[in-house]
Antibody, heavy 119, light 107 residues
Framework: QAQLIQSGTEVKKPGASVKVSCEAS????????ISWMRQAPGQGLEWMGWMNVINGDTKFGQKFQGRVTMSKDISTNTAYMELRSLSSGDTAIYYCARSIDYTSDFDLWGQGTLVTVSS | EIVLTQSPATLSLSPGERATLSCRAS??????LAWYQHKPGQAPRLLIH???IRATGVPAKFSGSGSGTDFTLTINSLEPEDFAVYYC?????????FGPGTKVDFK
């Protein structure tokens, strides 16, 4: 069945970067884009951005512009999200999800990756 | 951006009861609203899209209704596996936004 498998827990120092991976299986990777969301402790879900996995086009939320990069490796059906200049406010569970474009809903989600930013 | 408000924040019910969850948008999202179920440690699960269409494999006890700014998710005859947090999400305007969630827990 279709699934998205994310990389494991990360602990980072303030100012560092984190790169989370999201490997797709069970469906044609190139038929969908990948969005990234996050959920900080006690908070709701926040959309970060979306990537077209065919041509690499991206759309980011204004809050993350200039600090996030999304990339992909078609040969391994894997999408990546890199967030730079981390602060404690970036401590959250990060999710990838399958989506047609940057204004769609999300019918398949990864299991989440906990990123903790602490000195 | 469109702000979604969900009520109640927590809904305490017993198995077999019906749950009625509300989602209100700060401006019209037409029918472009989805509902998700989220259990701790698991991936969120799409239940309803386009306000009232059940996603593939979602049982008929889950139903969505509404349009414009007011939406409802109804869960009939709660079972133990239905106790979770439920989020609404709009895709009418960029950026997509989520509501803060309603937790359905055991009474």
């Amino acid at each position: 069945q279709a699934q998205l498998i994310q990389s494991g827990t990360e602990v980072k120092k303030p100012g560092a970067s984190v790169k989370v991976s999201c490997e797709a299986s069970g469906y044609t990777f190139a038929r969908y884009g990948i969005s990234w969301m996050r959920q900080a402790p006690g908070q709701g879900l926040e959309w970060m951005g979306w990537m077209n996995v065919i041509n690499g086009d991206t759309k980011f939320g204004q809050k993350f512009q200039g600090r996030v990069t999304m990339s992909k490796d078609i040969s391994t059906n894997t999408a990546y999200m890199e967030l730079r200049s981390l602060s404690s406010g970036d401590t959250a569970i990060y999710y990838c999800a399958r989506s047609i474009d940057y204004t769609s809903d999300f019918d398949l989600w990864g299991q989440g990756t906990l990123v903790t930013v602490s000195s | 951006e469109i702000v979604l408000t969900q009520s109640p924040a927590t809904l305490s019910l017993s198995p077999g009861e019906r749950a009625t969850l509300s989602c209100r948008a700060s401006q019209s999202v037409r029918y472009s609203l989805a509902w998700y179920q989220h259990k701790p440690g698991q991936a969120p699960r799409l239940l309803i899209h386009d306000a009232s269409i059940r996603a593939t494999g979602v049982p008929a006890k889950f139903s969505g209704s509404g349009s414009g700014t007011d939406f409802t998710l109804t869960i009939n005859s709660l079972e133990p596996e239905d106790f979770a947090v439920y989020y609404c999400q709009q895709r009418a305007n960029w950026p997509v936004t989520f509501g803060p969630g309603t937790k359905v827990d055991f009474k």
